[in-house]
């Protein structure tokens, strides 16, 4: 079965400070990958997505994300974090080639940026 | 635009009780979904629908049963609703039209249940 793993529970940064959130999954074959961000009262919504091609992709909000297939990694990034960063992350899969398989979450990374 | 909606944004229910959480979305998607979200757990797949009619159980199914009887509605149920399944509930939606495993999960503003 496949599994996300996220290093951190809580992450706390300065404003203008550099973030990345570790993201790790556990499966064999090929997937697809997603970072979904969640802020305070609000429903979660999609940061970005890599399906195939070009192993770092950029999303909404300056964020950005590398897939390291030998690592089983999928890390989350941005330079330099706003007060409006503040939210929940979490990371998902799926199998790209079982057609039918909903997305495996992590359990979240809740992040708080301080001014 | 995407649109997911969810019945009820705060419900407080007694042990016991029968609870029907609702989830209507206006995509025409074909895939629907009900995840919980507790905190430190993530969110975990309870149930979700390929069709009208049908149902798979997901990760933590038991003490839920789902209902797809329209395409754009898909429902919770808690037969008998318990302490346990306080939690913040979420229902999500994907086009089936293109291969499943690529779609992007749509996700309304979660329904927060309280059990006393």
């Known amino acids: 079965a496949q599994s996300v793993s996220q290093h951190n529970h809580h992450v706390i940064l300065s404003e203008a400070a550099s973030l990345e959130l570790g993201c790790n999954y556990s499966?064999?074959?090929?997937?697809?990958l997603f970072w979904y961000v969640q802020y305070p009262g609000q429903h979660l919504q999609l940061l970005l997505k890599?399906?195939?091609?070009?192993?770092l992709v950029k999303g909404i909000k300056g964020f950005e994300a590398e897939f390291i297939k030998s690592k089983f990694s999928f890390n989350l990034r941005k330079p330099s974090v706003q007060w409006s960063d503040t939210a929940e992350y979490f990371c998902?899969?799926?199998?790209?080639?079982?057609?039918?398989?909903?997305?495996?979450f992590g359990k979240g990374t809740r992040l708080s940026v301080i001014a | 635009d995407v649109k997911v909606t969810q019945s009820s944004r705060y419900l407080v229910k007694r042990t016991g009780e029968k609870v029907f959480l609702e989830c209507v979305q206006d995509?025409?998607?074909?895939?629907m979904f009900w995840y919980r979200q507790d905190p430190g757990l993530g969110l975990r797949l309870i149930y979700f629908?390929?069709?009208?009619?049908?149902?798979e159980k997901g990760d933590i199914p038991e003490g839920y049963s789902v209902s797809r009887e329209k395409k754009e509605r898909f429902s919770l149920i808690l037969e008998s609703a318990s302490t346990n399944q306080t939690s913040m509930y979420l229902c999500?939606?994907?086009?089936?039209?293109?291969?499943?495993?690529?779609?992007?999960?749509?996700f309304g503003a979660g329904t927060r249940l309280s059990v006393l």
């Open positions: 890599y399906f195939s091609g070009d192993p």
């Open positions: 629908s390929y069709d009208v009619k049908m149902k």
């Open positions: 499966y064999g074959g090929t997937v697809n």
């Open positions: 995509m025409d998607h074909e895939n």
């Open positions: 998902a899969v799926n199998s790209r080639n079982s057609g039918n398989t909903p997305l495996v």
């Open positions: 999500a939606s994907t086009s089936g039209t293109e291969l499943l495993a690529k779609n992007i999960q749509y």
